[in-house]
T-cell receptor, first 109, second 115 residues
């Protein structure tokens, strides 16, 4: 099945800094999502982005489907951005959403 | 907004007990899912359902069963809880099957501890 890899595994930032999180996937996808898991465990949808670019406030995401990667950009980070960011994908020959192992982000004031 | 709720945020059970985890979604979604999340292993799919009374095994169904009697409700059952089932359990729902390109929405999770 499809493999989803995320980097870096851990990221420590000071408030106000920018960051880029990467997600590589091993097969063509028709579904790719980015999630933020907050410290209480809730998984929050950030983007549904199998291709192209989307922006939502300080966050934006780009998926280059032909090169099998997606990037999540966080600008002007805030302490509330802390948590784990997951990328998840579905390849064309399956219905299962496969998650990466996540990037743990810590933002300090 | 889509709302997915789970019956408990925290649950403590004893080995051998029968455990029910309930999940309800309010958006008339066709599909519902149960995952467990463990440190270092990420999220793993236990069971999913594409329709009422329909269920499909995920990647780790052993020790679990599910029930979907109504469209909005999907229950995960641990027939005889064991300590290795201590985990965070997450329910999700989506309008269409994941392979048809649709967003999954997650509930707040249930942290289950089996003593």
């Amino acid at each position: 099945g499809i493999q989803v890899e995320q980097s870096p595994p851990d990221l420590i930032l000071q408030e106000g800094a920018n960051s880029t999180l990467r997600c590589n996937f091993s097969d063509s996808v028709n579904n790719l999502q980015w999630f933020h898991q907050n410290p209480w465990g809730q998984l929050i949808n950030l983007f549904y982005i199998p291709s192209g670019t989307k922006q939502n406030g300080r966050l934006s995401a780009t998926t280059v489907a032909t090169e099998r990667y997606s990037l999540l950009y966080i600008s002007s980070s805030q302490t509330t951005d802390s948590g784990v960011y997951f990328c998840a994908a579905v390849s064309y020959n399956t219905d299962k959403l496969i998650f990466g192992t996540g990037t743990r982000l810590q933002v300090f004031p | 907004d889509v709302k997915v709720t789970q019956s408990s945020r925290y649950l403590v059970k004893r080995t051998g007990e029968k455990v029910f985890l309930e999940c309800v979604q309010d958006m008339d979604h066709e599909n519902m899912f149960w995952y467990r999340q463990d440190p270092g292993l990420g999220l793993r799919l236990i069971y999913f359902s594409y329709d009422v009374k329909m269920k499909e095994k995920g990647d780790i169904p052993e020790g679990y069963s599910v029930s979907r009697e109504k469209k909005e409700r999907f229950s995960l059952i641990l027939e005889s809880a064991s300590t290795n089932q201590t985990s965070m359990y997450l329910c999700a729902s989506s309008l269409l099957a994941s392979g048809r390109g649709t967003t999954q929405y997650f509930g707040p999770g249930t942290r289950l501890t089996v003593l």
